[in-house]
C-alpha cells in the first residue's frame, strides 16, 4: 500500500497578490468562528427554493432513489413565530402545503418548513427586480413549489448521489459553459488520451484575466463541494444510527497529488482564488448593510439587532483583510469589448445557475441552487461598485438593492468555502498523523 501523502497546498495565488498561508491564518482563526455563529441564526437558516423545477436542458425526470437525497418536510412548530406567523396567510396555500407534504413524506430525507416576513420586509426585499444585473436564474419565490428550507436540518454532505448522473451535470457546466474550445480537453477527463493537461493550461494561461477567473471559480466551487462530501460522510449506517466524519481514502482520491497527476493541488488553489473573490465582495458591500434602516427581520427585535451587529463585524472584518483580490483588473480597456465580454460572463454564469435545476439528488440540488446564487450574488456586487458608491446613509438604496434571497445565499456560500478551508486543516491534520 503507498504510503499516505500529506496534501501541500502552499504559496502564491494565481492571478492575486495572497497567499494560501495568510488565508488560513485569517479565516480558521478570525473570520471561520464568527460566521458559522451567523448562518445558525434564524435569519440565515431558512431559505426559499423550488426543487420541483424540471431541467431545463434535457428531458430527464429522474430523481436520486438514495433516503439521504429525498426530501421531507420539518413539523412548523419548529420554526420561530416571528417567521412563521404568517405563513398560513392563504387558504389556499395551506391547502397546497399539505399536498406537498403528502409527496415529501413518500420520498424522505431533507427537512424543510415555511416561513414568512412581515408586510414591510416583503417589501423592501421585493422592490428592486432588475433582471439586467442579474448572474443568477433565481426561483420564484412566489411559487407554491417554493418552500422554506432549513439549512442546519440538511447540512451539505455526502448523500451517495455519483456515477454517470452527477458526471452529466459537471460536464455541462465545465464543457458548455467555460469559455473552453471543444478540441481543449480537461485534464483527467475521460476519452481522447490525456496529455497530463498540457493543452488545457496552455490554453488557460492565454486567455484573458476574466475566462480565466471564470474557469477558476466553476472550479474552485467544485474542489468546495467536494471536500463537504468527504468531510461529512457516511462512514457507518446501521438500524441504530448513522455515523458521518471525515473520509481520508475518499479526499485523497480527489486532491492528493499523485492520484490525481498534479490536480488535487490545483483544485486547492481555486478553492483559494474563490474564497478570495467572495471575501472581497463582502468587503465591498458594507455601505448597503451599514445604513441605520436596513434590518434582518425575523420578529424578534433584540435578536435581530443582535444579528445585524454580528453580521456588521464579520462585514468589517473582511474589510480589514490585508490582501484582497483586485477586481479592477476584470472588463479594463475597451468599452465596447469589454461590456461585451461582461455580458457574457454574466450569461454563461446564469446558465450554470439554470444547470442546477438537473441535478437528480434534492438535497445536492438545494445546495447547488444556494451556492451558485451566492456566488451570482459576489459576482453582482463586484460589478456594481459604483452604485454602492452612492447608496445613502440613510433612506431606501434605489440603485442597489439585495433580495433576502440574495443575502441568505450569499452569506451561505461564503460559510461553505469558510468551511472548506477549515475542513483543509483538519484533514492535513490528519494526513500528518497518518505518516
Same mark, same amino acid.
Given at each position: 500500500? *503507498?504510503?499516505?501523502? =500529506?496534501?501541500?497546498?502552499?504559496? !502564491? ?19 471561520? @468562528?464568527? &460566521? ?5 441564526? #434564524? ?10 423545477? @424540471? ?19 420539518? @413539523? ?50 421585493? *422592490? ?23 439549512? /442546519? ?20 457546466? =465545465? ?12 485534464? /483527467? ?43 461529512? =460522510?457516511? &462512514?457507518? #449506517? ?109 450569461? !454563461? ?15 445536492? *440540488? /438545494? ?7 451566492? /456566488? ?45 478551508? *477549515? ?13
Amino acid at each position: 500500500m *503507498r504510503t499516505c501523502i =500529506y496534501v501541500r497546498v502552499t504559496g !502564491h495565488i494565481d492571478d492575486c497578490t495572497c497567499d494560501v498561508e495568510t488565508i488560513d491564518a485569517f479565516n480558521n482563526y478570525k473570520l471561520f @468562528p464568527r &460566521l458559522n455563529e451567523l448562518l445558525e441564526s #434564524d435569519y440565515f437558516r431558512y431559505y426559499k427554493v423550488n426543487l420541483k423545477k @424540471p431541467c431545463p436542458f434535457w428531458n430527464d425526470n429522474s430523481h436520486c432513489g438514495i433516503r439521504d437525497c429525498a426530501v421531507k418536510p420539518c @413539523p412548523t412548530d419548529e420554526v420561530p413565530d416571528g417567521i412563521r406567523s404568517a405563513s398560513y396567510k392563504y387558504s389556499e396555500e395551506a391547502h397546497n402545503r399539505a399536498e406537498e407534504c403528502e409527496e415529501a413524506n413518500r420520498l424522505g430525507a431533507v427537512d424543510e418548513s415555511l416561513s414568512k416576513e412581515t408586510q414591510r420586509a416583503m417589501l423592501q426585499w421585493t *422592490r428592486h427586480d432588475d433582471s439586467s444585473d442579474s448572474f443568477c436564474e433565481a426561483d420564484d419565490i412566489h411559487s407554491p413549489d417554493a418552500e422554506y428550507v432549513d439549512l /442546519l436540518l440538511n447540512p451539505e454532505r455526502y448523500t451517495g448521489y455519483k456515477g454517470p448522473d452527477a458526471w452529466k451535470i459537471w460536464n455541462s457546466i =465545465y464543457e458548455e459553459n467555460c469559455f473552453k474550445p471543444q478540441n481543449v480537453k480537461r485534464p /483527467l477527463a475521460p476519452g481522447r488520451g490525456d496529455d497530463g493537461g498540457h493543452m488545457f493550461y496552455k490554453w488557460l494561461k492565454g486567455v484573458c484575466i476574466e475566462k480565466r477567473a471564470f474557469y477558476k471559480l466553476i472550479s474552485g466551487l467544485h474542489a468546495s463541494i467536494n471536500i463537504h462530501l468527504s468531510a461529512r =460522510y457516511l &462512514l457507518q #449506517d446501521t438500524w441504530s444510527e448513522k455515523k458521518w466524519g471525515p473520509n481520508v481514502t475518499e479526499f485523497q482520491q480527489r486532491f492528493d497529488e499523485v492520484l490525481t497527476r498534479g490536480e488535487g493541488p490545483r483544485r486547492l488553489k481555486n478553492l483559494y482564488f474563490l474564497y478570495l473573490i467572495e471575501l472581497r465582495a463582502l468587503s465591498k458591500v458594507l455601505p448597503f448593510f451599514e445604513r441605520p434602516g436596513f434590518q434582518l427581520y425575523t420578529g424578534n427585535k433584540s435578536r435581530d439587532a443582535e444579528i445585524k451587529n454580528l453580521l456588521l463585524e464579520i462585514l468589517h472584518l473582511a474589510k480589514s483583510f490585508p490582501l484582497h483580490f483586485d477586481e479592477n483588473s476584470f472588463f479594463a480597456g475597451n468599452k465596447k469589448e469589454a461590456a461585451k465580454l461582461k455580458e457574457e460572463f454574466r450569461l !454563461h454564469f446564469k446558465n450554470i445557475t439554470r444547470i442546477m435545476d438537473c441535478v437528480g439528488c434534492f438535497k445536492c *440540488r /438545494l445546495w447547488g441552487k444556494l451556492q451558485t446564487q451566492g /456566488l451570482g450574488t459576489v459576482l453582482k456586487i463586484l460589478f456594481s461598485e459604483n452604485l454602492i458608491g452612492k447608496i445613502p446613509e440613510s433612506g431606501p438604496s434605489y440603485g442597489f438593492q439585495l433580495t433576502r434571497q440574495e443575502i441568505v445565499a450569499l452569506f451561505n456560500a461564503f460559510g461553505r468555502v469558510s468551511t472548506s478551508v *477549515r475542513e483543509l486543516e483538519n484533514f492535513r491534520n490528519i494526513l500528518r498523523n497518518m505518516q
